[in-house]
């Protein structure tokens, strides 16, 4: 997929209008310029960035529950993948977490790039010390092995609440390690935009040795 295919995808399957194009546009110019102050992505990765970061959290939409107000929760956002697009193209409240102050005020000057800074929230805390409450989806893009991330992360998840999490070409062995402390219905994805990476998707999770195992 190359830097036109990528725009188109978001076209045909995310439905991004001309506009929307425009404040992505925007948002990676800001990404390039900022990246040069800090170290947001890899250098290489910028050179295939519609790609590699913003059709990469556009797929986890498909994943999502088909709600369209459904509370998103994106753990370690980081440089705001994918917490700020999937804000962008997402119509549900969306909350980020992100502990590195240079990134919090990153996080902040891109939502008001992509004009999304009245539709999502950004907490400036580690993951541990956010106040719990429960969300709907829950996302994390290179962030923690999936045995501490589903660990981090049960205090904001309900039974029915769907993680996606996206664990390039680490997914069938994270989640092979996970196995004896996790149960749940889980399965991996392939992602568009690696053949050799996958997504794993999960509800129903739970600790094992709480409540019957789901089938």
Do not use: Y
């Not at 994270?174 to 004896?180: F, I, Q, T, V």
Request: with cysteine.
């Amino acid at each position: 997929m190359n830097e036109g295919e990528a725009r188109q995808w978001l076209v045909d399957h995310c439905d991004v209008s001309r506009e929307t194009l425009g404040r992505l546009q925007e948002f990676v110019n800001f990404l390039k310029d900022e990246n040069e102050r800090q170290n947001l992505v890899s250098r290489t990765s910028l050179d295939h960035v519609w790609e590699r970061h913003i059709v990469d959290s556009a797929q986890l939409l498909r994943l999502a529950p088909d709600c369209a107000d459904s509370r998103w929760l994106d753990l370690g956002t980081g440089a705001g993948f994918p917490g700020l697009i999937v804000a962008l193209l997402h119509h549900g409240p969306v909350t980020m977490v992100e502990e590195r102050k240079k990134r919090v005020e990153f996080l902040h000057q891109a939502t008001a790039v992509l004009g999304i800074a009245g539709r999502c929230e950004i907490e400036p805390v580690k993951v541990e010390r956010m106040e719990a409450r429960t969300f709907d989806v829950i996302s994390a893009r290179a962030f923690a092995p999936l045995d501490k991330l589903l660990a981090l992360g049960e205090r904001f998840a309900t039974p029915e609440t769907r993680w996606v999490l996206p664990k390039g070409r680490n997914a069938q062995s994270e989640l092979e390690a996970a196995e004896s402390s996790w149960q749940g219905a889980f399965r991996i994805e392939p992602s568009i935009t690696d053949a050799e990476a996958g997504i794993i998707v999960a509800e129903q999770v739970r600790r094992r040795g709480k409540g019957k195992r789901a089938r």
